[in-house]
């Protein structure tokens, strides 16, 4: 009975991952087909965005698969259900986690440092007619061997660096050797990707800076902007068709006593004319666009999205006061950098924290909203990318725009987007660090209370807490975010 009951609570949370990976898969087709240039379109690259921005996507999507499973192992009252009553069945579950955490950080590791970087490369290359196909193959090997070369480095410094070598003064050099690699043996090498997967969650951390911090502000303000005016528009092209209109009356008027035309006024005509037709289409194009039924809805749907814009502008002021609040709590109570800044207990209010831990009285709001949290920041980034383009120092480099997107610009988007995905789960960690790592957890606390009515008998009082760092090992399991992250 437990054994199934086991499978099934897995399978519930597996499955609801499933159709989220689904509509990420959605999801990525339909994005990296709108903003990718027609003309320019390539299979190679265009299956690289959609997988890169999908893995992307997946790794947020697990950080609530994540604190779901973790929390659904235990009752409101602090007991574990029958099928988690086993510390077997917990680590098993656990660890299925961890290693899908493991799995997609590998996944993004081989595409920062070899597939997205050779396409980049093989398609710099095709731009040249004179270069065989087996040259830019050549070629993007050639580029792509620096991102190995770094991507190598990482791990040796992460396999070997950490770990503990005898620091007996008698052992010999072999046996210093032979622990080092006894050690590196027994971590199966997660010492070394957890180090590569480190150094780039600090990459991620200045993309998110960078564009993260632009697109909490820039997205909110456009949705209350709003776009322009399509009746605006047609007024703006109706004023310019006057004017050129004129323009050419006015050259026209030069020939009416029989001259011909200046060889420039003849040049300058022929540009007029080329211009007017423009205007006119344009003029057609957008009254199609006036009558048309998706202009009906986005008008009726503007005071959504003023509201809509608001909303974002206080989720982005909670979250700066909540991080600052956790922030300022971790300097102040922590255990200390050794323990990576660990918080025993609830100094400072936080109010994001707070909100989570209320919301699990009506399941799944809470699952509901880190889901929520997770896919603004993804949504956030996006579009900070989008406003922005691609940047290196103070040169543009690229601009994103909905069917005129080249590809390499959508291959440099889903790197960045890799990147930031690495620290938006340690950025939400750091929002409302209680929840991530416990989730809904409780656990019973029994203490002794004197009773007055009764003589002063002693009885036992069985008090439910809120899992944190300070509970009793062996009542809470810690979501594997945490493992992934500190190890």
Known sequence: MATTSVVS????????????????????????????????SEVISTITAICALAIA??????????????????????????????????????????????????????CVFLLIPFVYFFYEEKGDDAISQCSQVKNALKYTLGFMVVCTVLLLIGAFVPLDVPTSKNSTEWEKMKS???????????????FSISSLTLIGMLSIITYTAYGMSALPLNLIKGPRSVRYERLENTDDIEEVEQQMENIKSKCKDGRPLHHKDRRALQQLEEKLRTLRRRERHLEDVEKSFWTKCCCALRPIKIALGIFFILIALLFTVCLFLSNLDKALHSAGFNSGFMIFGTNLTNPLNMLLLDLQIVFPLDYILIAVIT?????????????????????????IRPGRTRPQALLFLCMILLLIVLHTS???????????????????VQSNVTSVELLHDNSTHVEIRICDAGAPEGNTVTSSSYYAHGS
């Open 9 to 40: 609570e897995s399978a519930l949370g597996w499955s609801i991952f499933a159709v989220v990976l689904l509509a990420i898969l959605c999801f990525c087709w339909i994005y990296v087909r709108k903003y990718q240039s027609q003309q320019e």
């Open 57 to 110: 996507l997946i790794t947020a999507a697990l950080l609530p698969v994540d604190i779901f499973l973790v929390s659904f192992m235990k009752y409101s009252n602090g007991s574990f259900q029958e099928w988690a009553d086993s510390n077997i069945t917990r680590q098993q579950i656990e660890n299925s986690v961890l290693y899908g955490y493991y799995t997609l950080y590998s996944i993004i590791l081989f």
């Open 180 to 194: 080092l690699f006894q050690e590196l043996g027994s971590s199966h090498g997660l010492a070394a990707l957890s």
């Open 375 to 399: 896919l603004y920041f993804v949504l956030t980034s996006m579009a900070g990318i989008r406003e922005m383009g691609i940047w290196f120092f103070w040169m543009r480099l690229y601009k």
């Open 426 to 444: 340690y950025m939400i960690y750091s929002l409302a660090p209680q929840y991530v790592m416990y989730g809904s957890q409780k656990y019973p």
